[in-house]
């Protein structure tokens, strides 16, 4: 089963939200307070998305609030690099600096991440710098759930969502949950279903769907009972190793297995899901295949040592597919 987009647009796929700055830890197997040295990629889920699409083929913009510093300089420069049109990225004028994420990798089941996140550039981005004429140019426009924590950030999403309904331009809304960004489960909930009930596709893990809904246990079922009410026509929901299922408005279910590797570390897995998931839809390759990809590039990049610069070209995922049939 196909999805379909407005195919008369210049931009596949326009995402909004944070970029910043992760640095992963070199040495393995070690509490970050014996690890030494890390290693500096671009980070944060929606540029990660940004990227590996970018990297798959897609033609991709991105709308976020850089800060003014060597840091933000890199994260342009290496977007701009991945084929990432940065004509939207705002420079910050009010001394803001870029999010930061050390990430400690004590074994491949324990990997933790300690941010810097306190008053960063990217929760800056004000409604004034959304611009309908941008928006209106893609097929998608890819929301994430942590650019919702902060005021006047929020504003600026809701904005670009109320833009992009008005220019048939598909909303998909990747939850990306972060509690240490929000001040309470009630709040995300509050903010979560304000943009959930506008998109058309939504990405996310059963957890986080449970904080979308405030409830300890929710169901696949019950998830997509409520959303269908409202604007989504396609709903993902991801089960870790058991795999993750996808639910069309029309009634159909589409599952696929998650593909085992070694694993290095957790992080990224998300991100590279949504870029490849996205990809093959955007190509036409329909619903199941679009869950195999999202998977398979997963299994990919939480095997190797960062998020970004594991983004896999679509040879590679095409590759470990056919060798798991």
Same mark, same amino acid.
């Given at each position: 089963m196909n999805y379909t987009f407005n195919i008369d647009k210049e931009f596949d796929l326009i995402a909004i939200g944070r970029a910043c700055i992760d640095l992963n830890a070199n040495?393995?197997?070690?509490?970050?307070?014996?690890?030494?040295?890390?290693?500096?990629?671009?980070?944060?889920?929606? @540029?990660?998305? #940004?990227?590996?699409? #970018?990297?798959?083929?897609? !033609?991709?913009?991105?709308?976020g609030k850089l800060a003014d510093d060597q840091h933000g300089r890199f994260i342009e420069s290496y977007m701009?690099? #991945?084929? =990432?049109?940065?004509?939207?990225?705002v420079i910050d004028q009010e001394g803001h600096k870029t999010g930061l994420a050390f990430t400690e990798i004590k074994s491949p089941e324990e990997c933790s991440i300690l941010m810097y996140r306190d008053d960063v550039a990217d929760l %800056?981005?004000?409604?004034?710098?959304? %611009?309908?004429?941008?928006? !209106? !140019?893609? $097929?998608?426009?890819l929301v994430?759930?942590? @650019?919702?924590? $902060?005021?006047?950030?929020?504003?600026?999403?809701?904005?670009?969502?109320?833009?992009? $309904?008005?220019?048939?331009?598909?909303?998909?809304?990747?939850?990306d949950?972060?509690?240490?960004?929000?001040?309470?489960?009630?709040?995300?909930?509050?903010?979560?279903?304000?943009?959930?009930?506008?998109?058309?596709?939504?990405?996310g893990t059963r957890d986080e769907y449970d904080v979308m809904e405030n409830t300890e246990k929710g169901t696949n079922e019950r998830t997509v009972r409520y959303l269908f009410e409202h604007s989504a026509d396609l709903v993902v929901i991801k089960h870790g190793v058991e795999g993750s299922y996808a639910y069309a408005k029309s009634g159909d =279910?589409?599952?696929?297995?998650?593909? !085992?590797?070694?694993?290095?570390?957790?992080?990224? #897995?998300g991100d590279s899901y949504a870029s490849a998931f996205l990809y093959a839809l955007v190509r036409g390759k329909g619903i199941e295949s679009a869950l195999k990809f999202g998977s398979a590039s997963a299994s990919i990049v939480v095997s190797k040592h960062s998020s970004s610069e594991a983004m896999p070209v679509a040879e590679e995922i095409e590759d470990l597919i056919a060798e798991r049939v």
């Open positions: 040495e393995y197997n070690r509490p970050m307070e014996e690890t030494m040295t890390f290693t500096k990629y671009v980070g944060g889920s929606p @540029a990660n998305v #940004a990227i590996g699409s #970018a990297k798959l083929g897609l !033609k991709v913009g991105f709308i701009r690099g #991945a084929g =990432v049109d940065t004509s939207n990225m %800056h981005l004000a409604p004034s710098e959304v %611009h309908e004429e941008y928006i !209106k !140019k893609s $097929k998608i426009l994430s759930g942590t @650019a919702l924590a $902060k005021s006047p950030s929020r504003e600026a999403v809701l904005k670009a969502v109320s833009l992009a $309904k008005r220019n048939d331009v598909k909303v998909i809304f990747e939850l949950y972060r509690p240490y960004t929000w001040n309470s489960i009630e709040e995300t909930s509050v903010y979560y279903s304000l943009v959930a009930e506008q998109s058309d596709i939504l990405i =279910v589409f599952k696929a297995k998650s593909y !085992k590797t070694k694993v290095l570390k957790t992080f990224g #897995a």
